[in-house]
């Protein structure tokens, strides 16, 4: 059986390092470390290998800058590292950073997430851009043990990844994509939104629910907050929503088409049929979404409907929204006939 040069010069590697530097220098070659969340390190061209190695250690992706430098200096490596950005997740031994940061092994994907797409529709972006681990990016997605591994209260990740441009290799294993997607929607989550929205009873899964149906409903940043007091007045009345998404969502294979059988079928999701939230989120909601869901606008409305246009009419009492409706409907209704 013939030892593979990889490993062959892993121990040759440990073995000179124990009998030159002695056991501390031999343990942190062989100790894997695992970041506490996902990385990206850009190094720039003509970087210092003493400020990459301080930046690796403060990051959290080596243990030691200085046993890294020696490391470095054993295999001739500090004069061979690539500029680019890479992106850490998984748990490497310091060998293998060197490895990458020489061979090149820099992000190769630029996928863009915009605000108000579900997990499947993150997939399908993932699969156009030549994602190779989109599926299972669904099943972890909607796994709950996997949703709690990474600290999310909630029976998946839906509504949890938030909608930004990522950067990372083709070939990144999903759950490490998937606790970086997690880790960008804790940094934009403030204190103050969730201090707020408890005030009101609410708690995160019901703020994010909430954002994510804000979300779906417009794209008019200056709505989200009206729209917000739409449903906090509905909840507190004890009315249903009558969110046309959230029945969207329980659809399975939704074909376009939005008919009244589908408002009367019960589904977790359907609001219409059951008072207060949806079973959960139904989209990934942006930070303006998440900001309105915990400060809804102080106006009375209890109604909206669509003006055409991306804007909405907002309505007090149902007397004046069927207006509104009527008065739209037929302006949509002159509009096709012209």
Same mark, same amino acid.
């Not at 046993?67 to 293998?96: E, Y």
């Not at 997990?119 to 043990?145: C, N, S, W």
């Not at 249903?240 to 074909?255: H, K, M, R, S």
């Given at each position: 059986?013939?030892?593979?040069?990889?490993?062959?010069?892993?121990?040759?590697?440990?073995?000179?390092?124990?009998?030159?530097?002695?056991?501390?220098?031999?343990?942190?070659?062989?100790?894997? %470390?695992?970041?506490?969340?996902?990385?990206?390190?850009?190094?720039?061209?003509?970087?210092?290998?003493?400020?990459?190695?301080?930046?690796?250690?403060?990051?959290?992706? %080596?243990? *030691?800058?200085?046993?890294?430098?020696?490391?470095?200096?054993?295999?001739?490596?500090?004069?061979?590292?690539?500029?680019?950005?890479?992106?850490? #997740?998984?748990?490497?031994?310091?060998?293998?950073?060197?490895?990458?940061?020489?061979?090149?092994?820099?992000? &190769?994907? &630029?996928?863009?997430?915009?605000?108000?797409?579900? %997990?499947?529709?993150? /997939?399908?972006?993932?699969?156009?851009?030549?994602?190779?681990?989109?599926?299972?990016?669904?099943?972890?997605?909607?796994?709950?043990?996997? /949703?709690?591994?990474?600290?999310?209260?909630?029976?998946?990740?839906?509504?949890?990844?938030?909608?930004?441009?990522?950067?990372?290799?083709? $070939?990144?294993? *999903?759950?490490?994509?998937? &606790?970086?997607?997690?880790?960008?929607?804790?940094?934009?989550?403030?204190?103050?939104?969730?201090?707020?929205? /408890?005030?009101?009873?609410?708690?995160?899964?019901?703020?994010?629910?909430?954002?994510?149906?804000?979300?779906?409903?417009?794209?008019?940043?200056?709505?989200?907050?009206?729209? *917000?007091?739409?449903?906090?007045?509905?909840?507190?009345?004890?009315?249903?929503?009558?969110?046309?998404?959230?029945?969207?969502?329980?659809?399975?294979?939704?074909?376009? $088409?939005?008919?009244?059988?589908?408002?009367?079928?019960?589904?977790?999701?359907?609001?219409?049929?059951?008072?207060?939230?949806?079973?959960?989120?139904?989209?990934?909601?942006?930070?303006?979404?998440?900001?309105?869901?915990?400060?809804?606008?102080?106006?009375?409305?209890?109604?909206?409907?669509?003006?055409?246009?991306? *804007?909405?009419?907002?309505?007090?009492?149902?007397?004046?929204?069927?207006?509104? %409706?009527?008065?739209?409907?037929? &302006?949509? #209704?002159? /509009?096709?006939?012209?």
């Amino acid at each position: 059986m013939k030892i593979r040069p990889l490993l062959l010069c892993g121990v040759a590697v440990f073995v000179t390092a124990t009998l030159v530097f002695g056991m501390p220098l031999g343990l942190f070659v062989l100790r894997p %470390v695992l970041p506490k969340q996902p990385k990206i390190i850009s190094i720039q061209q003509g970087q210092s290998f003493n400020q990459i190695a301080n930046k690796l250690e403060s990051e959290g992706i %080596v243990s *030691s800058a200085f046993n890294l430098k020696i490391l470095a200096m054993l295999r001739g490596d500090a004069r061979h590292i690539q500029a680019g950005d890479f992106n850490f #997740a998984a748990a490497s031994r310091p060998g293998r950073v060197l490895d990458r940061l020489i061979k090149g092994d820099t992000l &190769r994907l &630029r996928v863009t997430f915009p605000e108000g797409l579900t %997990v499947a529709q993150i /997939a399908e972006r993932l699969a156009d851009a030549g994602y190779t681990d989109h599926k299972e990016f669904v099943r972890l997605a909607m796994d709950p043990a996997f /949703a709690q591994k990474l600290g999310i209260d909630a029976p998946n990740l839906e509504g949890y990844l938030f909608p930004e441009t990522y950067r990372f290799g083709a $070939n990144l294993p *999903s759950r490490h994509l998937l &606790r970086f997607m997690v880790d960008q929607f804790n940094k934009h989550l403030s204190n103050d939104w969730l201090e707020k929205a /408890a005030a009101q009873g609410l708690n995160l899964q019901q703020v994010v629910t909430l954002a994510s149906i804000i979300q779906k409903e417009t794209a008019k940043l200056s709505e989200m907050p009206i729209i *917000s007091a739409v449903f906090h007045n509905r909840l507190k009345r004890n009315m249903p929503l009558q969110a046309d998404p959230t029945v969207i969502y329980g659809i399975e294979n939704f074909n376009g $088409n939005l008919t009244r059988r589908d408002l009367r079928t019960h589904t977790p999701y359907n609001t219409y049929t059951q008072r207060g939230l949806p079973a959960g989120p139904i989209a990934n909601p942006g930070a303006k979404a998440l900001r309105a869901a915990a400060n809804p606008a102080n106006v009375p409305y209890l109604y909206f409907v669509s003006r055409g246009n991306g *804007s909405h009419e907002f309505s007090r009492s149902l007397q004046e929204h069927n207006n509104a %409706v009527r008065r739209f409907q037929l &302006r949509l #209704a002159q /509009a096709d006939t012209n």
